[in-house]
Every structure is written in C-alpha cells, then in structure tokens.
C-alpha cells in the first residue's frame, strides 16, 4: 500500500510539471474537462484510473511511457536504500559439529 501512495504521489507531480510546462494553470483545466478540485487532487497524488491518465497524456502531447516511466522504480530504489542502511541484522554463526 505505501508503494502505491508513493507511486501517486509522484505521478502527481509529474502531472503538475507537465500542466505547467504547457503554461497552463489548474483553473485552465476547466476547459479540458476537470474541475479545479479535482486537478488538484490528482496533483496532490489522488489515484487515478487509466483513462484518466490517458486523458491527461493525450492533453499534454506526452507518451504515457514516459510518463510514468522509473515510477515504479522509485519505490523499489527507496526499498533497497532501506534495507541496505545500517540495521542491527543478525550474524549467523556457524553450526559447530559435535567431536
């Protein structure tokens, strides 16, 4: 579940740059047919259908593979710094063999 938070999350932000390098503004997006309140969310990280993130794709010119492409990755690169820092972990020792 919080991979999935993260992945919306930063695929809002992408939206976002995406809006503003096109010059528009989220009232702007009244006219492409999303209400500024719900622009908003979906900048803020709301999860969205496909269509949804079809439609946004198709407004902005952009593949959707580069979109969301290195999304899911985030997640995991975030999982593997965590893993890898410095916890207590445990050091097997090894099994001694009766004489």
Do not use: N
């Amino acid at each position: 579940m919080q991979d999935e938070t993260r992945f919306f999350k930063d695929l809002g932000a992408r939206i976002k740059v995406l809006r503003q390098k096109a010059g528009y503004s989220q009232e702007d997006m009244i006219s492409h047919g999303f209400s500024v309140r719900y622009w908003q969310k979906v900048e803020a990280g709301k999860p969205i259908t496909l269509r949804t993130l079809l439609r946004i794709c198709r407004l902005f010119s952009a593949p959707m593979h580069k979109v969301v492409r290195g999304l899911d990755q985030q997640g995991t690169e975030r999982r593997t710094a965590a893993q890898k820092s410095p916890a207590k972990r445990r050091v097997q020792q090894p099994i001694k063999q009766k004489e």
